[in-house]
């Protein structure tokens, strides 16, 4: 088993930052993907980034290229969202998903992830 916790979700005007943090605990070593999604109200969850655990390979969907950052503190146990140039669209719930075994998953499908935090709400004003 394995527990995510998100928190760092807010209120931000367009243009501003947040970072989104997810804290990992249970049987992390089992752990090779961690990956954000996000999910609009009418809308499907959608794979935002995420970091394969044993290496640098990362994932970033097209809309938030160049402008979110995901990054892992492994002696934490953390994995973090670093979200600049925000706009609007970006407004959803954030969640945080684990991948574990000997497979590693599509790094944006969330049916290949095992766990889920709660999720963290992010709403950004125009």
């Known amino acids: 088993q394995v527990q995510l916790v998100e928190s760092g979700g807010g209120s931000v005007q367009a243009g501003g930052s947040l970072r989104l943090s997810c804290a990992a605990s249970g049987y992390t070593a089992s752990t090779n993907c961690l990956g954000w999604f996000r999910q609009a109200p009418g809308k499907e969850r959608e794979g935002v980034a995420a970091i394969y655990t044993g290496s640098t390979y990362t994932y970033y969907a097209d809309s938030v290229k160049g402008r979110f950052t995901i990054s892992q503190d492994n002696a934490k146990n953390t994995v973090y969202l670093q979200m600049n140039s925000l706009r609007p669209e970006d407004t959803a719930m954030y969640y945080c998903?684990?991948?574990?075994?000997?497979?590693?998953?599509?790094?944006?499908?969330?049916?290949?992830?095992?766990?889920w935090g709660q999720g963290t709400q992010v709403t950004v004003s125009s």
């Open positions: 998903a684990a991948a574990v075994g000997p497979l590693l998953p599509a790094a944006d499908q969330s049916d290949e992830y095992n766990y």
